[in-house]
């Protein structure tokens, strides 16, 4: 989410850490009602623990699989070796709105959350002992609105709006000058850039979710000497660039000198991308949209270039359709994999439209939808494909119910029609999601008073849809 104003009142207070504690095991609790579903998904159940749920992120440490869940109320972390029966290990209650992409180095020793505005605070967390995370250092007033670790230990962070971070000592972070920034270094556009993120894949290049997007690299692998390789300018009004993912970076072998670029996509030469039109009311030719595009010859030069776009099926205003889309028609955050067929497989988060299930045609980058996930009650920040060696588990991150961990089904004969795909993006038409309107009116509320905030978390409390007592923060 970017964009709109912060109305939550801050205070020094809740900028501070609180006393971090270890907790006793999560079992995920049965779905009071009964979600919006595809035949080939199916909710093992809800940890309601960390509603208001905005990111995650996940490492393995020794044997454990580690999940980092950020969300309004702090960092809460996860033993997911099962992600069908997570073990909460600890929990930092901290004011965090919004850490929309948390940062996590490649050891699982250290975290970074940033704030929504990217104004406020930047806070470094270790999480070497899940069991007591703890801040060892801020820069406040300051910090981007996400950030990325630059280097495997994240002794350098590469934030949103084009800023590079020194956080090697832990206790002292710094956002280097302009002149050492990556927004700088890497030659692009604008400053300080509008940005949303910037993703590294597996064969070390960065690609910048700016407008046109950048593709750079590092030099001897130093965060601060910097390669521009080539842009992708959009071309199919897929708004705001939120996310993106290379598929299959680390099999890419560049063609050879002189090769047509026509043809068949190659591995590693397929982006995938997101779009946002956050605090939209209703779905049109302009709402974010999920993308793909071909990155073929992109380390020649070559820019890069849209090819097949999803957009969510509409209704109007009339039956109803905007009380679907409290926090917008847009995507948001997602993952993905390889598909058991060839494909490529994708979990998307789509706020009140839920998770999305996508596969997309490694070769033509043609999308199309294999199920959805769609809560009564709800907005999805971010879906997560787990690590899991008993098929495709999903943690949902959701704004309102915190995670829903989920299960899906490859089998083409439990696959939705067309008709049922198009149907469900309008399933909530009726359904009035007071949680999402009041979130909406609270981002929105621009630089109120105190008091207006306070009416909005008395309003929250009054409809009974406050999961964690973090809202209480919400309020102040």
């Known amino acids: 989410m970017r964009r709109a104003v912060l109305a939550l009142s801050v205070t020094t207070g809740l900028l501070t850490a609180g006393v971090a504690y270890a907790v006793p095991p999560v079992v995920p609790s049965t779905p009071v009602t009964t979600p919006f579903k595809s035949a080939n998904v199916t909710h093992v159940g809800t940890i309601p623990l960390d509603g208001v749920a905005v990111s995650m992120e996940v490492r393995k440490v020794g044997k454990q699989v580690r999940a980092f869940v950020s969300g309004a109320g702090g960092l809460s972390i996860y033993d997911a070796t099962d992600p069908k029966a997570p073990e909460l290990l600890g929990h930092l209650p901290v004011y965090d709105w919004e850490n929309e992409d948390i940062a996590v180095s490649k050891d699982g020793r250290t975290a970074v959350l940033t704030e929504f505005e990217g104004t406020v605070y930047l806070h470094v967390v270790d999480v070497s002992d899940p069991r007591l995370p703890h801040i060892t250092g801020s820069i406040v007033p300051g910090g981007a609105h996400t950030v990325t670790c630059a280097d495997d230990a994240c002794h350098y962070l590469y934030g949103s709006e084009g800023q590079t971070y020194d956080i090697s000592d832990r206790a002292h972070p710094k956002e280097l000058p302009a002149a050492q920034s990556w927004g700088v270094l890497a030659g692009t556009p604008g400053k300080p850039l509008s940005g949303h993120n910037v993703h590294q894949d597996a064969q070390g290049y960065f690609i910048s979710d700016t407008s046109p997007l950048v593709v750079f690299r590092q030099v001897d692998h130093d965060p601060l000497?910097?390669?521009r390789v080539t842009t992708g300018a959009i071309s199919k009004d897929t708004n705001y660039q939120h996310n993106n993912i290379r598929t299959r970076a680390e099999q890419y072998r560049p063609r050879p000198a002189g090769a047509s670029l026509g043809g068949p996509l190659r591995d590693g030469e397929l982006l995938l991308g997101e779009g946002e039109s956050n605090f939209t009311g209703t779905c049109d030719a302009g709402s974010g949209a999920f993308s793909?595009?071909?990155?073929?010859?992109?380390?020649?030069?070559?820019?890069?270039?849209?090819l097949d776009v999803l957009r969510p099926v509409s209704g109007t205003y009339a039956n109803g359709d905007p009380a679907v889309n409290g926090l917008g028609c847009s995507g948001h955050w997602?993952?993905?994999?390889?598909?058991?067929?060839g494909s490529v497989l994708v979990a998307a988060a789509w706020y009140e439209h839920g998770t999305r299930f996508l596969k997309v045609d490694?070769?033509?980058?043609?999308?199309?939808?294999?199920?959805?996930f769609q809560p009564v009650r709800g907005a999805t920040s971010e879906a997560f494909l787990m690590p899991s060696k008993t098929g495709d588990v999903v943690w949902s991150i959701d704004y309102h119910s915190g995670i829903d961990i989920l299960t899906f089904d490859e089998?083409?004969?439990l696959e939705p029609t067309v008709a049922q795909t198009d149907a469900s993006w309008m399933a909530k038409l009726k359904v009035v999601d007071?949680?999402?309107?009041?979130?909406?009116?609270?981002c929105r509320a621009g630089a109120g008073s105190t008091a207006d905030h306070a009416a909005l978390h008395r309003a929250v409390v009054r409809t009974g849809t406050a999961s964690f007592p973090q809202l209480a923060a919400l309020g102040r």
């Open 225 to 227: 000497r910097l390669r």
């Open 292 to 306: 793909t595009w071909s990155m073929a010859g992109f380390d020649r030069g070559v820019p890069m270039k849209q």
């Open 334 to 341: 997602f993952t993905e994999r390889d598909a058991k067929d």
């Open 362 to 372: 490694p070769r033509t980058g043609t999308i199309r939808q294999v199920g959805f």
């Open 411 to 413: 089998s083409k004969d």
């Open 434 to 442: 007071t949680w999402a309107s009041l979130m909406r009116q609270v």
